[in-house]
């Protein structure tokens, strides 16, 4: 049964629910939804995970009757980037911990904004942290080891043991696509380096899906040299 409250409920205790993430997120649980599941804006709930969230569609129709402002977004290439982050983020997050976020990113708010609950983790923007968050894309990750590599200065490829990386697996058009959806502003490479972008350009003409395969070959080959 999709619903596992009582409707009526609400209207008998007569409770009443402000606009404020506390009540909204509360709301959400009393209706059955998961919130370690969605990412919380004032404007917006976006989904990360459909099955998981249980945000069913008459889960939505009752948290739109009390909240018609705020927008649920279900978008399915949303939910693969937040698929891919979690791959990373479940084994690099300490519970608990506090994470140093970048400024102005939107897409990483979005992605590490369930990890307050999933994980209890605390976001913060100056002061001590745990771990910093690096917003560093599978695109620029791969042009950095092939920069590396036509200057003659080997794999440059060296993760930190303070930082995470939410999107180091995300393509960038991946991205892009869905901040179009969104309306937001679209982010760039970092790597500006002319030669291993054409040869990045020249790849993806030839093999779409050789960016994950350039990244583990080259783990593959810095874990080889550490142990020799």
Same mark, same amino acid.
């Given at each position: 049964?999709? $619903? /596992?409250?009582?409707?009526?409920?609400?209207? =008998?205790?007569?409770? !009443?629910?402000? +606009?404020? *993430?506390?009540? #909204?997120?509360?709301?959400?649980?009393?209706?059955?939804?998961?919130?370690?599941?969605?990412?919380?804006?004032?404007?917006?709930?976006?989904?990360?995970?459909?099955?998981?969230?249980?945000?069913?569609?008459?889960?939505?129709?009752?948290?739109?009757?009390?909240?018609?402002?705020?927008?649920?977004?279900?978008?399915?290439?949303?939910?693969?980037?937040?698929?891919?982050?979690?791959?990373?983020?479940?084994?690099?997050?300490?519970?608990?911990?506090?994470? $140093? /976020?970048?400024?102005?990113?939107?897409?990483? =708010?979005?992605?590490? !904004?369930?990890? +307050?609950? *999933?994980?209890? #983790?605390?976001?913060?923007?100056?002061?001590?942290?745990?771990?910093?968050?690096?917003?560093?894309?599978?695109?620029?990750?791969?042009?950095?080891?092939?920069?590396?590599?036509?200057?003659?200065?080997?794999?440059?490829?060296?993760?930190?043991?303070?930082?995470?990386?939410?999107?180091?697996?995300?393509?960038?058009?991946?991205?892009?696509?869905?901040?179009?959806?969104?309306?937001?502003?679209?982010?760039?490479?970092?790597?500006?380096?002319?030669?291993?972008?054409?040869?990045?350009?020249?790849?993806?003409?030839?093999?779409?899906?050789?960016?994950?395969?350039?990244?583990?070959?080259?783990?593959?080959?810095?874990?080889?040299?550490?142990?020799?």
């Amino acid at each position: 049964m999709d $619903l /596992m409250f009582n409707v009526s409920g609400f209207n =008998e205790e007569k409770e !009443e629910f402000s +606009t404020s *993430k506390k009540d #909204v997120l509360k709301f959400l649980k009393i209706i059955g939804v998961d919130s370690r599941f969605i990412s919380y804006t004032p404007q917006k709930i976006y989904i990360n995970n459909l099955r998981f969230s249980k945000f069913s569609r008459t889960r939505q129709a009752t948290f739109n009757k009390q909240y018609p402002d705020i927008e649920v977004v279900r978008n399915s290439l949303f939910q693969k980037i937040c698929s891919k982050s979690s791959k990373h983020l479940a084994l690099e997050i300490e519970p608990n911990s506090s994470i $140093l /976020m970048p400024d102005d990113n939107f897409i990483i =708010e979005l992605i590490m !904004e369930p990890y +307050t609950r *999933k994980y209890g #983790v605390k976001l913060v923007y100056e002061g001590d942290y745990d771990l910093k968050v690096n917003p560093l894309i599978l695109d620029d990750q791969v042009n950095d080891i092939f920069e590396g590599i036509f200057s003659g200065d080997g794999l440059n490829f060296s993760k930190k043991s303070d930082e995470i990386y939410p999107l180091i697996n995300v393509p960038l058009d991946w991205i892009n696509s869905f901040l179009e959806m969104d309306n937001q502003e679209l982010i760039e490479n970092k790597n500006k380096n002319e030669l291993a972008i054409s040869f990045s350009e020249f790849l993806e003409d030839v093999a779409p899906q050789y960016k994950e395969n350039v990244v583990k070959a080259a783990q593959f080959i810095e874990e080889k040299l550490e142990t020799e």
